[in-house]
């Protein structure tokens, strides 16, 4: 039988040979197929099956969530081909910029908590990127990291771009970085990378970030702001502790010249029980029902970035809640050292 896939909503037929994934088949014949890390990592390739049958290389349930695997996603960079397939791709040709590679230098480190700082690097020319991307950053020596953008992009790109980045306790990168070995490092920037960013309509929007992962929806949300997109929102920012939260003022700025409306709910998972914290306690994924008005919830596109964990939880609970699984997008983090 011959391995032949139908891609829509694009209508195109390729034909993929046996040594061949679905995601070289589609490059190698042209197709923007959405894509980054190419090894079952990203999600970027994610895509439905609604026809057909591949097998996978790696699990795809590595990346994918449960409901996500029911619902027939696959990673096109981890399928292959049996027979005749038909699959479904969201967002085909994107217009998401091209990745290249910069010249960097570490300029500032602010201390956003005792755990997390945000780094600032000058490169050597604009980087063009959307809001909700990421890059991968190489310091001499050191492994690659990939961090997301943790302001909005600007027109013509940006030269100067910030990210939050947690010390992961004997991480070579981050030890070094929080000994301040780093200061005025020249690195290698890569990027942007990755398929995370607001979706186009008039849907309301559900934001869950989880510790650092409130870098990706805070660019996000100040491009939305700059671009006056008007959408209801709710952020919801789980954290350990007080001391664990930042950018809350930020985040209220943004919130107080939002139309028509943007609710920001901090959720405190580990704050002592004396610290007189009048605001919300335990998982963050336990009051998204509470904070998702009723009647609509249908109508919502959710946003997420956290540990894998709490994305899990959120992505069950929204689609428990009524929000449609294709609605519902995130980032996967694991703070790398
Ligand atoms: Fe397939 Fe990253 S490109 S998971």
């Known amino acids: 039988e011959p391995r032949v896939a139908t891609i829509n909503p694009l209508g195109v037929q390729i034909t993929v040979d046996g040594s061949q994934t679905l995601l070289e088949a589609a490059l190698a014949q042209g197709i923007a197929f959405p894509h980054s890390c190419t090894v079952g990592t990203c999600g970027s390739c994610k895509c439905r099956l609604t026809e057909g049958r591949v097998s996978a290389i790696t699990d795809f349930g590595y990346t994918l969530s449960r409901q996500e695997l029911e619902a027939g996603y696959i990673l096109a960079c981890q399928a292959q081909v049996k027979g005749a397939i038909t699959i479904e791709i969201e967002n085909p040709g994107a217009d998401l910029p091209a990745p290249e590679v910069f010249a960097g230098r570490i300029i500032r480190t602010d201390d956003l908590t005792h755990d997390i700082k ?27 990291r990939s961090y997301s953008f943790a302001t909005a992009p600007e027109r013509g790109g940006r030269q100067e771009i910030s990210f939050f980045i947690r010390k992961v306790p004997g991480g070579q990168f981050t030890e070094k970085l929080f000994a301040g070995a780093l200061a005025g490092a020249e690195v290698s920037v890569s990027g942007p990378h990755g398929t995370f960013h607001l979706r186009p309509g008039e849907a309301p929007i559900v934001c869950i970030a989880g510790g650092s992962g409130l870098a990706p929806l805070l660019s996000l949300l ?70 998702l008005p009723e009647g609509d919830r249908a109508e919502f596109q959710g946003y997420m970035c956290g540990p894998p964990g709490m994305i899990d939880a959120a992505i069950a609970e929204l689609t428990r809640l009524g929000v449609p699984l294709p609605a519902i997008h995130y980032d996967k983090f694991t703070d790398a050292g």
Not at 123 to 132: E, S, T
Not at 239 to 268: C, G, H, N
């Open 118 to 144: 945000a780094v600032t690097l000058g490169l050597d020319r604009p980087i063009d990127f959307v809001a909700g991307q990421y890059a991968d950053i190489t310091a001499p020596g050191l492994p690659a």
């Open 222 to 291: 100040q491009h939305a702001r700059k671009n006056r997109v008007r959408r209801r929102c709710v952020m919801l920012f789980g954290a350990r502790t007080q001391a664990d939260l930042y950018k809350v003022e930020q985040i209220e700025e943004i919130a107080r010249d939002w139309l028509p409306s943007l609710r920001f709910v901090p959720v405190l998972s580990h704050e002592p029980a004396e610290s007189g914290w009048a605001g919300l306690r335990g998982l963050v994924t336990d009051h998204i029902a509470a904070t």
